[in-house]
Every structure is written in C-alpha cells, then in structure tokens.
C-alpha cells in the first residue's frame, strides 16, 4: 500500500467576471496563495499538474512556470472535460504515491465568462450535401436527431431518473437549484450569490426543460490550486501545517464503462457509482459518515441522479431523500453548501480542485458563515462529460 | 422524381423507413455510427439489424436555446425501439412539456430537409405520437 497523501494548501480565485485578468493571471494567483498556504515555495514543489480548456495552449502548465517559477520539474497538461481539475489534482497525487517526488501542485483555471452556449458548434454547409462524421450526416444532427447540447442531455438524464422512479417533476428540480442559491448567499467568492425565489427560478428563462436558466451551471472565470504532500514529508513539518493538512482518503477517477444505450444518451451514472463504490471503499468510510458533500450539479437534474449514484440514499431514493430536507445546509447531509455549479459558477478545469477546496475549507474550521459545525468528512464529486469522473474523499487531521 | 438520400447512414427511406442498427455478432450491443469494434465485447464484426418503426419515450427535454441556425424550440428525445434506445426529436406536436409524458407511444416520421444545387433532397426522421 503506497503512502497517504495530503492536501498541504489549497486556495480559489473569486469566481465571476475577471475581465483584467487572462488565465495565466488567475491561474498564478490561485496557485502562488496556494503555495502560501502550504507554506512551501515552488522550490519545493516537485511536480506540476496543470490543466485549462480554454488556455489556449497545450503546455498550458510551462505559461503558468513561466510567471510563478521555471524550476525545470516535469509538467503533466491534463484534460478531461468538467473533470479536469480532479484529474490534475489526481496526477499529482499518483506521483507521490509513485515515489517519483513528496510534494506536488495542482492547477485548473478558466475564462468562461458570457460563453454561451458550450459544446455543439455549428458547422459550415457547401452547396450539396456531402457526409460527414460516424454518423455519415448530411448535415448538423442538433435539432434534428435530438440534441448534443450539456442542458438538453443532463435535462434528459433527470427525466431518465425520473421515469424510473417517478416524483421528478420541474418544480423539484427547481427547488433543488432553489437549495443551491440559498447556500450560495454565504459564499464571498461565489460569482452569484443572490437568492432567487422558486416563482423566479421556474419562471426565467427557459433553456432545456426542465432546467430554465438559473437550474444551469453558471459560465465564469476563476482559478483553484492545491498543493499535495506525502505522508513522510508532511510528518517532518511544522505542527501548523500538520494541523491545517487535510486526509486525502481517497482520490479516484472512472471512465464511463459500456452499457445499454450509453452513447445514444450518456450514463453519467454507472462511472459515478463505480467511483463513489471503490472511493468508500478505499477510504473506509460509508455514505453515512459523510458531513458534506460538493457534487457536481452542472444543472438542477443532474443534482438528483447523483444523490443516488454517490448512495447518498437508497437506490430510487433521491427525490425522498431531497424531500426531507437532508441535503439543505441544515440537514443530515448538506450538499453543495458553496452554492454549487448553478451559483459558485463553474470555470471548468477550476471546479475539480474548487470542490475540495470548499471540503478543505469546512474540514479546517475555516469556512466562517457557512461553516458546517464539526465537519470531519466531506466528499467531493466532479463529472465531464465523454465522460470522466472524479471522487476524493477527505479527512479533517487527527491532530 | 427527385433523388431522396437520409440524413444519416442508419436510416433507411423507402416505402418502409426505418432505422437499422449494427449489431455486434459476439454480444448483441447495438450502434448506429460507423465502427472499428465494439465498445462493450471488442468484436470487430457486425450485423444489420431493422428495428420496430414504433416506440416509446423514454426521456425527453425541450431544448429552447440552440446555436445559431437551429430552430427552437424542439423536442429531443430518446425514444425505445423494442429495446432499442434511439435518438430523435418529437414532430407533429407542439413543443410544449403538457404534451410530452414519458412512456408515450410514438412512430418514426420522415422530415424533408430540402434539396441540394443538384435538386438531391435529404431525408432526416423525428417520432410523432401514434
């Protein structure tokens, strides 16, 4: 069994609009506050993980080196769609499981802010029709064999859940975005952190039924770091950092595995359940033992399937388990107390780390607000699709 | 009469239209885009299998924002071919989620898309409830 590794800092930009900042400015500003909350410098730091979509680079992590350090360690330019954060942070916590170094930085940033629309770019038509693609298509399938838009398939995917088990209808799902702009009033670096009523939420504009525009995951720039540490490096530092440093009880990434029908609409639920399983299982800790949860609500539907598929409740269970309130910050198990994908925002390759950084926050007593009193065990879940899936789960230090 | 091509290569015009799935010879998982093995079992050979033109919805959202181009709203769907899971829009129904339930009866439609500078028309398809 390789070593346990730590969180050792972590840090977020503010997430909303940065219009004078480009990502090399968010992300050298996530990653310098998160060297000095691990109280290490980049001299340190034996490799980087770096992963943006939008960077515009494919060696990304060398643009960043360039502004906080070129020390000549390896770089690894990750991406993973939405997951990409989490697999940047999982990359460098795999090479010091490895032994290949003891500490290591780990960086997403994003500018989405007034995107649009993501996915699905229109294609240009000649004048006679030609095939293109696996589909041999005449031209572009959107609208016209369904859709490939992120609020159509993940409005789709709560329908699913629905049909299955019954009781999802638009207005529960607009009471779970309702739960998440609430929280998010508590959360100074969320890019919304307005309370909307669920007249307003039901009545904005409509994007994909059932999810109208504030049920969607906000476009927004923003940056998250982390610095990771082996156990061995970490027990010869200061009592402070020891303190502060936060378990990484389990790190797992899964990729959609084959099953019925998963790419005429994508199974975001079997790689999520497969992950959350062998994440438990690493950990030693069950659902039940968790007192947070960030998981990842890209919209209000894909919230509910994922209390299922994270076994928050009983298998068919998620529309009782929100029902009961359990997953307000005032209940059994508070789920996206930052406010979520829908109000935090979500710069994508930010939110894998942004996510642990909210755990972190809560686990270090640090979270202020929107502390959840005591927290010791949180859970941090990312999705992107294609699909990849992120799992951490995290530990408040024994000290 | 003009030539008529489908939109894509698994549907099938005709007196009959229909959609025709690649079925893996090995395990029996179905596809519908070009492949170079499955990606349940890895086998490399396939057979074409013609599924029901009737179904049921099986989930669905009304999407209302779209790249440019793209008509909204429409009606996506997913709708179950004998167990056969196919993507399509709904047709011949008012967008309108009071319109749509889950488990719906619904029939493969074809969808004239116009001609091309060679007056060829393409040919999509939708569901239209039965």
């Not at chain 1, 329908?159 to 100074?188: C, Q, V, W």
């Not at chain 1, 999810?211 to 906000?218: F, G, K, V």
């Not at chain 1, 950084?357 to 949180?378: D, M, S, T, Y």
Request: with cysteine.
């Amino acid at each position: 069994m390789a070593e346990d590794v730590w969180i050792l800092g972590i840090s977020m930009t503010k997430f909303g609009k940065h219009r004078d900042k480009d990502t090399i400015d968010l992300a050298s500003e996530a990653a310098l506050a998160a060297l000095a909350d691990a109280g290490v410098t980049m001299r340190d730091v034996g490799v980087l993980t770096a992963g943006s979509l939008t960077g515009g680079s494919s060696s990304f992590g060398q643009l960043l080196q360039k502004q906080i350090g070129q020390t000549g360690i390896p770089v690894y330019n990750v991406a993973n769609a939405c997951a990409t954060g989490a697999t940047a942070l999982r990359v460098a916590i795999m090479a010091i499981r490895a032994g290949e170094t003891d500490i290591g930085l780990a960086v997403g940033v994003e500018k989405l802010a007034g995107a649009g629309l993501l996915g699905s770019p229109p294609k240009e038509e000649d004048g006679t029709w030609s095939r293109r693609g696996r589909f041999g298509a005449l031209a572009p399938l959107e609208g016209r064999v369904g859709t490939d838009s992120m609020p159509g398939v993940f409005a789709q995917i709560g329908l699913e859940y629905g049909h299955r088990y019954g009781g999802a209808d638009f207005m529960l799902f607009a009471r779970i975005a309702e739960k998440n702009h609430a929280h998010s009033t508590l959360n100074p670096l969320a890019a919304y952190s307005r309370r909307f009523t669920l007249d307003e939420i039901m009545n904005d504009v409509m994007i994909a039924y059932p999810n109208t525009r504030p049920m969607c995951s906000a476009n927004c720039d923003g940056a998250a770091a982390a610095v990771v540490v082996s156990d061995s490096r970490l027990r010869r530092m200061d009592p402070e950092q020891r303190r502060r440093a936060v378990k990484i009880s389990a790190s797992v990434l899964t990729s959609d595995p084959w099953q019925d029908a998963c790419q005429v609409l994508p199974d975001v639920n079997t790689l999520t359940r497969q992950a959350a399983a062998k994440a438990y299982e690493q950990a030693g800790i069950g659902p039940s033992e968790l007192d947070l949860v960030e998981l990842h609500d890209c919209f209000a539907t894909a919230e509910l399937v994922h209390y299922d598929n994270l076994s928050l409740c009983e298998p068919g269970g998620a529309v009782d388990l929100f029902e009961s309130g359990a997953t307000w910050r005032d209940g059994t198990i508070p789920v996206n107390v930052s406010g979520g994908l829908e109000s935090k925002g979500h710069p994508i390759a930010a939110t894998g780390i942004a996510n642990i950084w909210e755990i972190c926050h809560h686990l270090r007593g640090e979270a202020g607000e929107r502390q959840i009193p005591g927290a010791r065990v949180g859970l941090a879940h990312v999705i992107g699709l294609g699909s990849a899936c992120g799992v951490h789960i995290l530990e408040k230090a024994a000290a | 009469m003009a030539e008529r091509i489908p939109l894509v290569d698994y549907l099938v015009l005709g007196d009959e239209p229909h959609i025709v799935a690649q079925e893996c010879v090995r395990c029996s998982a179905r596809f519908f885009d070009r492949r170079n093995a499955c990606a349940s079992c890895s086998g490399t050979e396939f057979r074409a299998v013609d599924l029901p033109r009737e179904g049921t919805v099986y989930t669905f959202s009304i999407v209302s924002l779209a790249p440019p181009g793209v008509p909204v709203p429409f009606v996506a769907a997913v709708v179950d071919c004998g167990g056969t899971k196919v993507r399509g829009v709904l047709v011949n129904i008012e967008p309108r989620p009071e319109n749509v339930t889950l488990g719906m009866k619904v029939r493969l439609a074809t969808v004239p898309l116009g001609a091309d500078t060679a007056g060829v028309e393409a040919v999509g398809y939708g569901f239209e409830p039965v």
